[in-house]
């Protein structure tokens, strides 16, 4: 009897004309590192009296289909994951090298569909319209380079045989925590020891009474924009900034040899008054919490760029 091995598990997503349709061709196969996307439907126990001791049968309750999708940060993969995140980028470029720009600030974002599939059980999972709710990922001065994003699904429908059909295949081309840079209004910013970027969309479900106990909908709400900075303290300009309560413009950015690069840049970013602790006889660290807001002048709060060799998203 085959026993299922992530080793052997694979992934294809496509994005959908009509929420919660899978579509008949246009997959892709994507590179994952782990997922926890699944439907789950909970028990509700009996609360009925005067059948003895012994419970009575459960009900079931409404299907959640939800979870975490671990990708790599790539040149060409990972634009799927910010369009889901932003909606469709402007892209520029006669031909290769195109540039892929992806604004904050739309009202509706694509849904897409997401099959993961063990082919030694068989087990194909189709995942329909789902739409992603949260990206986030790190910067440090070494590890794999990953970000994790969080997504609400309609329902899952599962089968012995695939139907995406043979996903188109992408090449990776990985960005690392090497190749990664951090700038302050324009300028390197040092003495970084980490960072950490998170865009939420803020969905609300539309739960409705239908039979199949499927949602009608994941709405985007008010967005936001948070992350952590940790810094060695060796000047007083971030601190400054806190308490003056002016807003800077950050900018992460990651660029391979090849001449591939991403930038997230995020336009107004505001941050708090840190407690500069001294824990003992090493450096001293401080710890900043920043939130981003709306750039009156830019007109939106992030913006990212992804260049590759893919010309339509």
Request: aromatic fraction near 8%.
């Amino acid at each position: 009897m085959a026993r299922a091995q992530g080793a052997r598990a694979q992934m294809a997503l496509a994005f959908e004309t009509t929420y919660g349709t899978p579509p008949a061709s246009g997959f892709t196969r994507m590179p994952f590192a782990s997922t926890s996307l699944g439907a789950e439907q909970p028990l509700l126990n009996s609360e009925l009296l005067g059948y003895g001791r012994d419970p009575l049968a459960p009900i079931k309750d409404a299907v959640t289909a939800d979870g975490d999708v671990v990708v790599p940060l790539d040149a060409e993969a990972f634009g799927f994951w910010l369009k889901a995140a932003f909606g469709a980028p402007t892209t520029t470029g006669a031909e290769a090298p195109y540039s892929h720009e992806f604004q904050s600030g739309s009202w509706t974002l694509p849904s897409m569909s997401i099959e993961t599939g063990m082919p030694e059980v068989p087990r194909y999972a189709m995942y329909s319209g789902c739409v992603l709710d949260q990206i986030t990922w790190q910067m440090q001065r070494s590890g794999l380079l990953t970000a994790t994003a969080r997504l609400v699904a309609q329902g899952e429908t599962v089968g012995t045989t695939t139907s995406a059909g043979t996903p188109a295949a992408l090449e990776l081309k990985r960005f690392g925590h090497f190749n990664g840079s951090i700038t302050r209004n324009g300028t390197a910013l040092g003495n970084v020891v980490s960072a950490e970027i998170t865009y939420a969309n803020n969905l609300d479900r539309i739960e409705t009474i239908r039979s199949d106990g499927r949602i009608d909908g994941a709405d985007p709400s008010i967005a936001a924009l948070t992350g952590r900075i940790e810094v060695r303290f060796a000047d007083s300009t971030l601190v400054t900034q806190a308490i003056n309560g002016d807003p800077c413009e950050l900018e992460f950015a990651y660029v391979l040899p090849s001449g591939e690069s991403f930038t997230f840049t995020v336009h107004a970013v505001y941050l708090p008054r840190p407690r500069i602790e001294i824990s003992g006889p090493q450096g001293v660290q401080a710890t900043f919490d920043w939130q981003a807001a709306r750039d009156s002048v830019v007109g939106r709060m992030c913006t990212a760029t992804l260049i590759n060799d893919i010309e339509v998203y």
